[in-house]
Structure formats: C-alpha cells, structure tokens
C-alpha cells in the first residue's frame, strides 16, 4: 500500500550518490633555468644570438635557439613584463636625453684645464666644475715617474691625461633629432632595374631625310 500524499506537503528531494567532479587547476608553465637565464641575457643588448649562447646554449644553432625562443609566448610574455619593468625604472626624460647630448657636442676644454703664464697645463679639481660637467670626462689617466738628477734629487715626473665622451656621435645624434641629417637612400643594385630609352628627331630632321630620298 502506498501512503498518502499529505496536501501542501513538498516532494522529497532525490540525493545523487555520486559526488560532483571538481576540476583540477591547471598548472602555469614555468620557464626552466636556462630560459629564464636566457631571458636575462636578452635584456642586456637585445640580442637573441648572443644571449643563447651567454645562457649556455649551443654556439652552432645559438642563432636559430634564440628566435625559436622569442617566438614561444611563455618567453616572450616573460620578456614583455621585463621590459615594462625597466620602463618603470626610468627617470629621465627625452629632454633630458638631449641636453645630455647637446652638453656632450658642445663641450669645451677650456671647461677642464686652465694654463698659466708659463705654460703650464692644470686639471680643474672635478668639485670645481659645473654641474654635468663631470659626465662629459669618459676616461683618466695619470703616470707618475720618479727620476734622478746627477746632484743626486729626485723629481717627480707626473703625464696627466684624460679624454672626453665622443662630440661628433653626440653632435650627429642631435642633427638627426632636429632634422638636419637626411640618411641617403640606397639602392639595391642586385635587383633587376628596367631602363626605357626612347628615340626622338626634330620635324626639320624628319623633312630632310623625306627630301633626300625623293631626290635621290
């Protein structure tokens, strides 16, 4: 016999014994030691060739190991958030990057060195200079020589030298930045050039060369 069905009374829920499936998370792809080693080495000078080899990949394919690299998403990815990180990191502004340059190329001796009356050349202490000043000096050098006089003194014999950053790059890069430098264009002679030459003659040529041949 089956029981009475009680009015108002709901349904009773049927409970499925099996438990719902939970999907696993998939996990992240990682770069391996040598990616990420050679992810580093690519920020350095952008140079995949190189930094497949620096990061301990064969020098014979090196060239094809480091644009298979750049072409996987995983390294490429990897690179991208690097190089918005050094992005981030930087303070200076194009400005700036021209008055840098314009300090460079129009930098003066006069600004480092002062002679006096007998000839002699002095550096300017480096705290004595303007400001930036400083950053134009790209090397110094100084060679001391200890010699000895017959009277039996010793002299000090010192060479001071040093050497300022490139004017004519940085004089070059700022004619470039304000138009004044125009590159040539080359051509490619291996590629096949089609000359058309037409041939032209004057009417009084035409009428003469007709009276010619009927007199003749």
């Known amino acids: 016999m089956t029981k009475p069905v009680k009015k108002g009374a709901k349904p009773a829920l049927k409970v499925s014994k099996s438990a719902p499936k939970v999907s696993k998370p998939v996990a992240k792809p990682t770069l391996t030691a040598k990616q990420q080693l050679f992810v580093l080495e690519y920020l350095v000078d952008k140079n995949a060739t190189q930094a497949a080899i620096r990061a301990g990949y064969s020098k014979r394919t090196a060239k094809q190991t480091g644009t298979e690299n750049l072409s996987?998403?995983?390294?490429?990815?990897?690179?991208?958030?690097?190089?918005?990180?050094?992005?981030?990191?930087?303070?200076f502004t194009a400005d700036q990057v021209l008055e840098e340059l314009a300090r460079i190329g129009l930098s003066?001796?006069?600004?480092?060195?002062?002679?006096?009356?007998?000839?002699?050349?002095?550096?300017?202490?480096?705290?004595?200079?303007?400001?930036?000043?400083?950053?134009?000096?790209?090397?110094?050098?100084?060679?001391?020589?200890?010699?000895?006089?017959?009277?039996?003194?010793?002299?000090?014999?010192?060479?001071?030298?040093?050497?300022?950053?490139?004017?004519?790059?940085?004089l070059e890069l700022l004619a470039r930045n304000m138009g004044l430098l125009h590159d040539k264009q080359e051509i490619d002679l291996k590629q096949p050039v089609q000359v058309t030459i037409k041939k032209f003659c004057s009417r009084k040529t035409a009428k003469d060369a007709d009276g010619s041949r009927a007199t003749s």
């Open 72 to 91: 996987k998403p995983i390294i490429k990815t990897e690179i991208d958030a690097e190089l918005e990180k050094q992005k981030a990191r930087i303070t």
């Open 108 to 170: 003066d001796m006069s600004d480092f060195i002062e002679i006096d009356e007998g000839g002699a050349i002095r550096a300017l202490p480096l705290n004595t200079l303007a400001e930036g000043k400083s950053r134009i000096i790209k090397k110094v050098k100084e060679k001391r020589t200890i010699k000895s006089t017959p009277e039996g003194d010793q002299i000090l014999d010192s060479t001071y030298e040093f050497e300022l950053c490139d004017k004519v790059k940085s």
